[in-house]
T-cell receptor
Framework: GQQLNQSPQSMFIQEGEDVSMNCTSS?????WLWYKQDPGEGPVLLIA?????ELTSNGRLTAQFGITRKDSFLNISASIPSDVGIYFC??????????????FGTGTRLQVFP | KAGVTQTPRYLIKTRGQQVTLSCSPI?????VSWYQQTPGQGLQFLFE???????NKGNFPGRFSGRQFSNSRSEMNVSTLELGDSALYLC?????????????FGSGTQLSVL
């Protein structure tokens, strides 16, 4: 199945450190979404981006929609233990906007040590 | 406002059996999508329903089918189960009140095929 390239695959950081992860695609997207998933649960939406170049924040999280529309970035500042989980990027490619089909990234597993 | 509800939470079946999973979207949401999540393939799009019509379909065999009822509730059916169908099946809903609307996921149904 189709997936976006997401990196890094995993991160082990100390509490208080900043985190950066990114997602790239070979094709353009009109929407980029970032989700966090805890074990045994469904993904929870963190940030939604709708315009190329858009920079959006949600508390300690900041995400950007790449200018080329083929990539997106997520930054987490001053990490805390509850940031632990798997982070997924997702893109919506249908330029007709006539679908909710998302293409998901491979995920970044984040571990935060006190 | 209640979130997306999926039932059952866990399911154990044997090869060759069939299974039906249920999803109740957020009140007012008319679009329901289904995704399969496995460690190897990640999150893969199965299909999407809007106003009781299948709007889009992923690359899964015909053993995977779904439907949506007039109250927007959706069911997913898998016939002739195979070992490889073991996965977390996630349902997501969206209001589709704007283009590229974000999805809200349920906690999923964990299916194990023995």
């Amino acid at each position: 199945g189709q997936q976006l390239n997401q990196s890094p695959q995993s991160m082990f950081i100390q509490e208080g450190e900043d985190v950066s992860m990114n997602c790239t695609s070979s094709s353009i997207f009109n929407t980029w979404l970032w989700y966090k998933q805890d074990p045994g649960e469904g993904p929870v939406l963190l940030i939604a981006l709708y315009k190329a170049g858009e920079l959006t924040s949600n508390g300690r999280l900041t995400a950007q929609f790449g200018i080329t529309r083929k990539d997106s970035f997520l930054n987490i500042s001053a990490s805390i233990p509850s940031d632990v989980g798997i982070y997924f990027c997702a893109g919506q490619a249908d330029l007709s906007y006539n679908t909710d089909k998302l293409i998901f990234g491979t995920g970044t597993r984040l571990q935060v040590f006190p | 406002k209640a979130g997306v509800t999926q039932t059952p939470r866990y399911l154990i079946k044997t090869r060759g059996q069939q299974v039906t999973l249920s999803c109740s979207p957020i009140s007012g949401h008319r679009s329901v999508s289904w995704y399969q999540q496995t460690p190897g393939q990640g999150l893969q799009f199965l299909f999407e329903y809007f106003s009781e019509t299948q709007r889009n379909k992923g690359n899964f065999p015909g053993r995977f089918s779904g439907r949506q009822f007039s109250n927007s509730r959706s069911e997913m059916n898998v016939s002739t189960l195979e070992l490889g169908d073991s996965a977390l099946y996630l349902c997501a809903s969206s209001p589709r009140t704007r283009m590229g609307e974000k999805l809200f996921f349920g906690s999923g149904t964990q299916l194990s095929v023995l």
